[in-house]
């Protein structure tokens, strides 16, 4: 199992746990401005990481000097996917019991560096979906 | 990786980059407003990632790899799964446009092909998840 991919499901399944305690969280009352956090540390945190793992790690070979495509691409899918879950893990809530500037711009560099980690992904994915 | 597997890989992958897409507007306008009708991508945003994306993948990797059948079709009835890829990409983009254009009947339209498109992939896939020696 390539390096990528240990860490994009070892970092899912952390995440996957911090999902299902913020639950208990929600369930004992903290505010609701968690609970679209708890959604996405769920689907985009647990579930497309361990796809985007898997899939960097079984699909078919793009070419025999680079199998797995570029590895810098799943670098900048891991890196970008997790600073934009965490900042918006952070900002969201705040934004949404304290608004300011600050807490706006974070949830808006958040929001890119979520969608890059998907664009990163697909990049690298597209060519490696090919018939035998 | 058979082909109608890469359709329905390829259809999830841009499926996945629409839904993101949304997504990212959608927060981006709640951190600074620029456009409050990004709201009324929130219903497209969760189609295209919950069925377009994770459902769509995993119909396209179970038609490839799913153990076959020693007699041809060895994947089963190609014709379902075909019709299964067409119904459903079909059902999601008629369930996302809805909020935007208002034609209730379309959401409604859009969830029965959704799950006609689930129904003939069963019918298909079934009788796959076997011992490999049967």
């Known amino acids: ?132 | 990786m058979p082909r109608l597997s890469v359709w329905f890989v390829r259809c999830s992958l841009i499926h996945l980059f629409l839904g993101l897409t949304f997504g990212g507007l959608i927060l981006a306008n709640k951190g600074i407003p620029f456009a409050p009708w990004t709201w009324s991508l929130l219903p497209a945003h969760m189609e295209f990632l919950l069925l377009g994306w994770v459902v769509q993948l995993a119909m396209g990797v179970a038609f490839w790899i799913l153990p076959r059948f020693r007699s041809s079709p060895s994947r089963g009835n190609v014709n379902y799964v075909r019709g299964a890829l067409f119904l459903l990409n079909a059902g999601i983009v008629m369930v996302a446009i809805q909020p935007l254009i208002g034609a209730n009947w379309l959401s409604l339209t859009g969830r029965i092909l959704e799950t006609s498109a689930i129904l003939l992939f069963i019918m298909t896939s079934w009788r796959r998840v076997k011992p490999l020696e049967v």
């Open chain 1, 1 to 132: 199992m390539p390096l990528p991919t240990r860490m994009l499901i070892k970092t899912a399944l952390v995440y996957l746990m911090l999902a299902l305690l913020l639950g208990i969280l929600l369930t004992l009352g903290v505010p609701n401005g968690f609970f679209p956090v708890y959604i996405h540390l769920l689907v985009f945190g647990w579930l497309t990481q361990l796809i985007f793992g898997v899939v960097y790690w079984m699909f078919p070979k793009y070419s025999n000097q680079h199998p797995r495509g570029w590895e810098a691409l799943s670098w900048i899918t891991y890196a970008a996917l997790n600073i934009g879950l965490i900042l918006r893990a952070i900002a969201e809530p705040l934004q949404t019991s304290h608004a300011s500037n600050l807490f706006g711009t974070l949830l808006v560099l958040s929001a890119i560096l979520q969608w890059l980690a998907g664009v990163a992904f697909i990049a690298n994915t597209w060519q490696r979906v090919k018939e035998k």
